[in-house]
Nanobody, 116 residues
Framework: VQLQASGGGAVQAGGSLRLTCEVPRMITSVFWTYTMGWYRQAPGKERELVAS???????KYADSVKDRFTITRDNSKKRIQLLMNRLKPEDTAVYYCNARDENDHWGQGTLVTVSS
């Protein structure tokens, strides 16, 4: 499973970014079956779940990002997005796209840097 993540960058606190993860080589009927998500890993910390979304668009969020981040998926385009608003310096991390069936599949990370 090849996951292509994009959209990271540097932003000041209070700003916004949108991350996108696409799965171009997967057929739509297969993409639909995966639970998709975003994880992040800050320096010196373990990777943690940020948000996930099921095939039926059921979303879960880490408490630290609730009411600030929104995860969406477009099954026809085989992609998910993470809209991050009101970013904080503690959101600085490498963000990883994840696709889950019986296994976890990971994309390359995309760096998000939030300055105070």
């Amino acid at each position: 499973v090849q996951l292509q993540a994009s959209g990271g960058g540097a932003v000041q606190a209070g700003g916004s970014l949108r991350l996108t993860c696409e799965v171009p080589r997967m057929i739509t009927s297969v993409f639909w079956t995966y639970t998709m998500g975003w994880y992040r890993q800050a320096p010196g910390k373990e990777r943690e779940l940020v948000a996930s979304i099921t095939r039926d668009h059921g979303a879960k969020y880490a408490d630290s990002v609730k009411d600030r981040f929104t995860i969406t998926r477009d099954n026809s385009k085989k992609r998910i997005q993470l809209l991050m608003n009101r970013l904080k310096p503690e959101d600085t991390a490498v963000y990883y796209c994840n696709a889950r069936d019986e296994n976890d599949h990971w994309g390359q990370g995309t760096l998000v840097t939030v300055s105070s």
